[in-house]
């Protein structure tokens, strides 16, 4: 449809000096690394940020694999109120599907416990008990499976 409307698809260098229009998915408007893009081209160009309309965000939202949410004013140059959105939280701690069930649920007690060291980082990571559980295409194992479910995080 873009080019068909006499636009062109890309993700190359060059599509970051040269576009009129730019779209994200998934969890791009996040400071993760591998999300930069919107942080480098929000500084280097005047861009517009539009709403989508609220039957389009419904939708969305009804997948499953994301929530309502707002992107927050002033999180990158053009963002000047709050535009409400779908979102998807959280950040997956990956381990092997064979790990014991003791190491993974130690080290969900671990996150849950020292919640703290996640915010004095270069990136801000939050960690949310009522969702900390939520993997959506990711396996909970059932070590972690077993301590969100003892301390009545899972509802």
Do not use: C
Not at 16 to 37: K, L
Not at 42 to 63: H, R, T, V, W
């Amino acid at each position: 449809m873009i080019e068909a409307a006499g636009g062109r698809v890309g993700n190359t260098p060059e599509d970051r000096e040269h576009f009129d229009i730019a779209i994200g998915g998934g969890g791009v408007m996040t400071t993760a690394p591998e999300w930069r893009i919107w942080t480098e081209i929000s500084q280097k160009f005047d861009l517009n940020f539009i709403q989508l309309p609220e039957e389009l965000l419904a939708k969305l939202a009804e997948g499953g694999e994301a929530d309502r949410g707002i992107i927050p004013a002033g999180l990158y140059r053009g963002i000047d109120w709050p535009i409400p959105t779908v979102v998807r939280t959280g950040t997956v701690i990956y381990g092997r599907a064979d790990m014991p069930d003791d190491f993974a649920y130690t080290v969900a007690k671990a996150m849950d416990e020292q919640q703290q060291l996640l915010q004095w980082r270069h990136l801000n990571f939050s960690y949310n008990i009522h969702t900390v559980w939520k993997g959506y295409e990711v396996p909970l194992h059932n070590g972690a499976l077993r301590y969100y479910q003892g301390k009545g995080y899972m509802k």
